[in-house]
């Protein structure tokens, strides 16, 4: 179902717009050693627009089309329809179905594909020397933005809704997980069955299959992991994320989804977690061993509600998911950890607005929240920064205007309650607000001069509001005072010895090292000394802390410490932590340059496509890969 003010979406070529995907069945068998998912994929459609015949779905180069058959009703013969494909931009293109005759609203339509998919951009085949185990091949999808289409034929829009389900068959040995509410297995067969009883876009069906183990960490939720892993996955969450439901749905209502699991993925996967509905897809960089970076999940658990529950319905809308959940993440931060912590959490976010927008321009057509994504544009390549911590920064101006939490807090309830499994734009928001707060509606709050919605949505720039993170001054002041000792030419050991990091959080340490980023290169010999004083940050698992002490070393030019940078880029591949360090490395010196180019050579084939793809292109800048 395409809802509420979906409009048109540039990045897909289906006809969503005339048809209505009521459910989505998949069968598929998985065959490593072909690299192939074999099967159909079954679309029960509505037809919206009477006498419509022709049926356009997504796809990809990837996937290959052996047979479609249709049929309208019940007890009709299917036929064998007419189908081909055809280009439509670089990440896609377009299968078009000649159906048997025009469509009629009052009979339902089952359209049958029989396809096979390869090593597509969404269909990731990872060798066993790629997995933690290193003895098993592993098999993942990755649907968001517009990368289903290499999964399956879709309409590979978030405005586009369906119930789905799935029969995968393995190999024996193998174990398969999806982002579904029902599960069952025949292990005669080795399928696996799964239901996904609410509606959600084609982008949050996801499939993995490899050695995966599970275990309990809470009355709704569990972890699942490459058996290696699980002993240190069940340890770092055991107990915490019922924590974080509960204060969710105390803020912005039911948890819809039933459980709440987490699947760690192996070292290749290019995010910090993919919000799954049911299964968040995580990256194993959270196992720090001492819960540090549990935290993290905080952000994933409130894409259940905005993002997964309540869809953009379009990529340019891409900060109601994300601009929404930041601040969802923050508001269940503050109740667990406090305004200190949360507002420390949000001064690393902010930095890191503040140094993307340094390196693009703050009138970078990307730095504003609404986001025209031309035809041909991936969607993935506008990712940045700004629907995140911009977004972030409206939804707190939208607080500020009511003054009162409480009474967003319940706003944001029935925001959630009014659009429940619907896919919407900003203006179906803002419309929203100011329908629940007819006084500011009233007082015509959109168009107060500088802070017009028309002008935080469509002109690119720094955020015309900032909400008040002084509660953050207790932990940001000193974390500031210990990097001002280290940027003097001679140190003060004495004082830098007399501040205990050991009594500071992750986000504490992160900030002291971004303030120590920010004034790189430091005086000569600081860096090694640095290194000494704290091998709690040098010798660390923490990924947060890791990433920025290499990006210290690169921008320090500390060639003693050059090893601890290729073993952080070879131990994962967060798309976050690794395509900023190798443009720090092309654009520190040639020393460093060279060393990108060897790292790459020998672990670029861990990475997942589209990370390869952007590390390429910052040693070639114009290069089509």
């Known amino acids: 179902m395409a809802e509420e003010g979906s409009g048109t979406d540039a990045a897909t070529a289906s006809s969503y717009g005339d048809f209505n995907l009521r459910h989505l069945h998949l069968e598929l068998r998985v065959e490593f050693d072909r690299r192939q998912l074999t099967g159909r994929a079954v679309l029960q459609l509505g037809c919206l627009r009477p006498g419509q015949q022709l049926l356009r779905l997504d796809t990809h180069p990837s996937l290959s089309v052996e047979a479609v058959r249709a049929r309208y009703g019940s007890g009709t013969p299917a036929q064998t329809l007419e ?28 359209v049958t594909i029989e396809y096979t998919t390869g090593d597509g951009p969404g269909v990731v085949w990872l060798n066993p020397e790629q997995t933690a185990g290193k003895v098993k091949p592993y098999l993942f999808t990755q649907g968001q933005a517009v990368l289903n289409r290499s999964f399956f034929p879709c309409f590979d829009t978030p405005a586009v809704k369906s119930t789905y389900s799935a029969s995968i068959k393995v190999p024996e040995g193998f174990t398969a997980v999806m982002s579904a509410t029902d599960w069952e297995h025949d292990e005669k067969e080795n399928v696996f069955n799964f239901k996904m009883r609410h509606p959600i876009p084609a982008y949050l069906i996801a499939l993995a299959v490899g050695d995966i183990v599970s275990a309990e960490v809470g009355p709704r939720s569990r972890v699942w992991t490459e058996p290696s892993l699980l002993d240190a996955a069940k340890e770092e969450f055991n107990g915490i994320i019922e924590e974080f439901l509960t ?9 819809v989804w039933g459980r709440y699991d987490l699947l760690f993925m192996p070292p290749s996967f290019p995010f910090g977690g993919m919000e799954n ?89 990307l730095n504003k929240l609404k986001v025209k994504i031309e035809h041909g544009i991936d969607p993935d390549e506008t990712y940045n920064e ?49 329908d629940y707060f007819p006084e500011l509606k009233k ?21 015309p509001y900032l909400p008040d993170l002084s509660s953050g001054d207790t932990l940001t002041k000193p974390a500031e ?25 992750t986000y504490q340490i992160v900030y002291f090292l971004d303030k120590l980023l920010e004034k790189s290169p430091l005086p000569p010999g600081n860096t090694e000394k640095l290194a000494e004083m704290y091998p709690s940050i040098s010798k660390s ?14 921008r320090n030019n500390y060639e003693d410490a050059f090893d601890e940078l290729r073993d952080f880029l070879q131990s994962q591949g967060k798309q976050k932590y690794t395509v900023p360090l190798y443009r720090a490395m092309w654009t520190e010196t040639e020393g460093t340059r ?15 496509q589209n990370v390869q793809r952007f590390v390429k292109k910052i040693f070639v800048p114009n290069i089509d890969s």
């Open 83 to 110: 189908h081909r494909t055809r280009p439509f931009t670089t990440y896609g293109s377009v299968l078009e179905l000649t159906l048997p005759g025009p469509c009629d609203p009052a009979e339902p339509l089952e």
């Open 247 to 255: 204060v969710g749905e105390k803020l912005f209502g039911k948890y």
């Open 277 to 365: 509905p049911c299964l968040t897809f995580v990256t194993p960089c959270l196992l720090a061993g001492d819960r540090s970076l549990a935290d993290v999940i905080i952000h994933e658990i409130s894409h259940s509600w905005f993002g997964n529950l309540v869809t953009n319905a379009n990529w340019g809308d891409f900060w109601l998911n994300e601009g929404f959940t930041m601040y969802a993440q923050r508001r269940i931060s503050t109740e667990i950890y406090g305004a200190a912590y949360t507002c420390l959490e949000a001064a690393t976010g902010r930095a890191l607005l503040r140094k993307h927008m340094d390196n693009t321009g703050e009138n970078h057509p």
């Open 386 to 434: 700004t629907p995140y911590e911009k977004g972030y920064c409206f939804v707190s101006y939208l607080a500020h205007l009511v003054g009162d939490q409480n009474k967003f807090d319940a706003f944001l309830r029935a925001y959630v309650d009014k659009f429940k499994f619907k896919s919407i734009v900003a203006e179906d928001t803002l419309n929203f607000y100011l």
């Open 443 to 463: 007082q015509d709050v959109g168009k107060r001069p500088g802070f017009e919605f028309d002008n935080w949505l469509n002109t690119p720039g720094w955020p």
């Open 481 to 505: 005072s210990l990097a001002l000792l280290w940027f003097a030419a001679e140190l003060n050991i004495d004082a830098i010895k007399a501040v205990d990091l050991c009594s500071w959080k």
């Open 541 to 554: 698992k923490n990924a947060e802390l890791r990433f920025r002490w290499v990006q210290i070393i690169v």
């Open 594 to 608: 060279k060393l990108a180019q060897e790292i790459f050579a020998t672990t670029g084939n861990q990475l997942h």
